[in-house]
T-cell receptor
Framework: DTGVSQDPRHKITKRGQNVTFRCDPISEHNRLYWYRQTLGQGPEFLTYFQNEAQLEKSRLLSDRFSAERPKGSFSTLEIQRTEQGDSAMYLC?????????????FGPGTRLTVL | GQQLNQSPQSMFIQEGEDVSMNCTSSSIFNTWLWYKQEPGEGPVLLIALYKAGELTSNGRLTAQFGITRKDSFLNISASIPSDVGIYFCAGHRSNTGKLIFGQGTTLQVKP
């Protein structure tokens, strides 16, 4: 157990529906990262937060995607009008302590299937 | 897209054998990390490397940060069935928050 939790673990939805995922990071760290992983590939960076500020967004994050981190604690990732190409594992990561950002501990992921 | 090249793509070995895999990049990284991922789970951090030339061990695992800062190697000695999984390298540059991952090396161990 890395201390990073994600909910739900699995989500099946129909194309066009909206979905929202939640991540609860290691509580004492101010950074939180989102990645997406498709079958047979390594995780790809989507976005990250320092406290409640979203500091960087990948070009993978289309305008249908939005992420928030109110109060600098948990974070949500919402996908609007889902498409079949959004099917992937969505991973949240957090550094382990209050110093350093280089090591990132991952949650178990949310597996999204868009039908 | 991905900027790290991992090899080999997959390995099928006999229990007890040693394993070597590597990761190369066209760009310099300040930190190299090695993760293991099992089906349906998130990647688990195995080893972190912070200095060029650094050699670090974690049990039967040994990893090295290449002196050019563009590559890293992971060795597993005396493999056992529970070593099965996908091994990912990841690089980090200090001016960004993000990790860049390789495509992974799938390891299968025959008892």
């Amino acid at each position: 157990d890395t201390g990073v939790s994600q909910d739900p673990r699995h989500k099946i939805t129909k194309r066009g529906q909206n979905v929202t995922f939640r991540c609860d990071p290691i509580s004492e760290h101010n950074r939180l990262y989102w990645y997406r992983q498709t079958l047979g590939q390594g995780p790809e960076f989507l976005t990250y937060f320092q406290n409640e500020a979203q500091l960087e967004k990948s070009r993978l994050l289309s305008d249908r995607f939005s992420a928030e981190r109110p109060k600098g604690s948990f974070s949500t990732l919402e996908i609007q009008r889902t498409e079949q190409g959004d099917s992937a594992m969505y991973l949240c990561a957090s550094p382990p302590g209050t110093s350093g950002y280089n090591e990132q501990f991952f949650g178990p992921g949310t597996r999204l299937t868009v039908l | 897209g991905q900027q790290l090249n991992q090899s080999p793509q997959s390995m099928f070995i006999q229990e007890g054998e040693d394993v070597s895999m590597n990761c190369t990049s066209s760009s310099i990284f300040n930190t190299w990390l090695w993760y293991k991922q099992e089906p349906g789970e998130g990647p688990v951090l195995l080893i972190a490397l912070y200095k060029a030339g650094e050699l670090t061990s974690n049990g039967r695992l040994t990893a090295q940060f290449g002196i050019t800062r563009k590559d890293s190697f992971l060795n597993i000695s005396a493999s056992i069935p529970s070593d099965v999984g996908i091994y990912f390298c990841a690089g980090h540059r200090s001016n960004t928050g993000k990790l860049i991952f390789g495509q992974g090396t799938t390891l299968q161990v025959k008892p």
